[in-house]
Nanobody, 115 residues
Framework: QVQLVESGGGLVQPGASLRLSCIASGFPFNDYIMNWVRQAPGKGLEWVSSIYSLGVAAEYADSVLGRFTISRDDAKKTLYLQMNNLNPEDTAVYYC????????RGQGTQVTVSS
């Protein structure tokens, strides 16, 4: 049974940083391209970033490119998202997911960026 548990969200001011974590279990984490998706208030799921097995490559949505960094620790079965220079448009529930569409995802962690 796939389990994904996110943590690290919070309320921060514009320009601040946060680091999200996601602990995975119940599937061969090392073999999967892992993803972060987010859902802003009143909007649908938005893909944010993906990282290939062993971290050999990563992809980012244009809206976060240069500010967010995805990483993974396969030994710990943990996915990370370092978010820098946050702005109010980043406010959303952030999910880690085993697919880019976010069909299989965790319960999410709330990130709120507000002054």
């Amino acid at each position: 049974q796939v389990q994904l548990v996110e943590s690290g969200g919070g309320l921060v001011q514009p320009g601040a940083s946060l680091r999200l974590s996601c602990i995975a279990s119940g599937f061969p984490f090392n073999d999967y391209i892992m993803n972060w998706v987010r859902q802003a208030p009143g909007k649908g799921l938005e893909w944010v970033s993906s990282i290939y097995s062993l971290g050999v490559a990563a992809e980012y949505a244009d809206s976060v490119l240069g500010r967010f960094t995805i990483s993974r620790d396969d030994a710990k079965k943990t996915l990370y998202l370092q978010m820098n220079n946050l702005n109010p448009e980043d406010t959303a529930v952030y999910y880690c997911a085993v697919d880019r569409a976010g069909t299989v995802r965790g319960q999410g962690t709330q990130v709120t960026v507000s002054s």
